[in-house]
């Protein structure tokens, strides 16, 4: 293996991001590291910002629903896909205001599913980014509420953007499909269908691409929506972004299993174990720690690989797999 430690970074050169030029040369500097480590946390917080004005309370007073909903959503998230779709829409010009409040509607249908993914019915999980689930804060009929009025909230964020109509609606359609029955929400049956089952690993995929890869990949392309619209004169962008966008979404779910297997519950800030303790079959548990692993590096360096006709303009996307390739590295060490 050929690793290159650099600070908080490790480089792997299977990644596929050094096939960016002089990308991944730039970004291992020191100054390189410290601007990707700048445009992440200023776009986070934008994000944050945006999410708490969205979710803001009424003249009259907060709600219990709304301060519920704003607990699932503010603090203690790492804005992946805010930060994937940010980064996409820098590569397309599109307006950061707008990506901020874009990103913010992502972040929104992400935590309805985190919530309604705890719920008892579901995963039975009390711990959610280091604090009780908001099922148990709140009780489990406000959190129910809370995944509904949060998925209306992103689409109301979308449709009352400051954008012409083809876009919003292409927006909404894109975000719509991430969570319907072929995305997110079939994922999930999926996963509940196959509790104590021996699978093959194509099903394993098959779901994981589901459930929570289809975000992941929607959060990409919605980047670039909000100012392209996906027709011929874009294709060559839309499928190099949708290859990156399915190979980083497949990539997050496989680290996720490897990590509820290997990290403990302080560092996950979700208790550890679940998987195997449910009996569900992940890619951890069907491949083997080392295999998923491997896995997991390979959809990275495909994913670089998707982007690298794109050249330097995709330098923030190359730069969101290095910090997911470096969480792997530093979460789950080689086996
Ligand atoms: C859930 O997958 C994916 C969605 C929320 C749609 P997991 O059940 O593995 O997620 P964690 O481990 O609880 O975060
Ligand atoms: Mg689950
Ligand atoms: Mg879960
Ligand atoms: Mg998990």
Redesign the pocket.
Known sequence: MNNVQTGSTLHDDRTGVSTLGGMGARARGASGRLLTEIWMQDGATRVEQALARLLCAEDDGETELMAAMRYATLHGAKRTRALLCLAAGTLADTPAHMLDDVGAAIEMMHACT?VH??LPA??D?VLRRGRPTVHVKFGEATAILVGDALQAHAFLTLASLDAPGDNRIALVRELAQAVSAEGAAGGQAMDLSLVGQHVELDRIVAMHRMKSGALVRASVRMGALCAVAEDAAHAALYCALDRYGACFGLALQVVDDILDATADTATLG?TSG?DAAAQKPTCASIMGLQAARQFALDLLRDAGEAIAPLGPRAERLAQMLQRANAYLFKHAPCA
Do not use: R
Request: aromatic content about 0%; overall charge negative.
């Open positions: 985190l993914d705890d579901m995963d999980d979700k679940k």
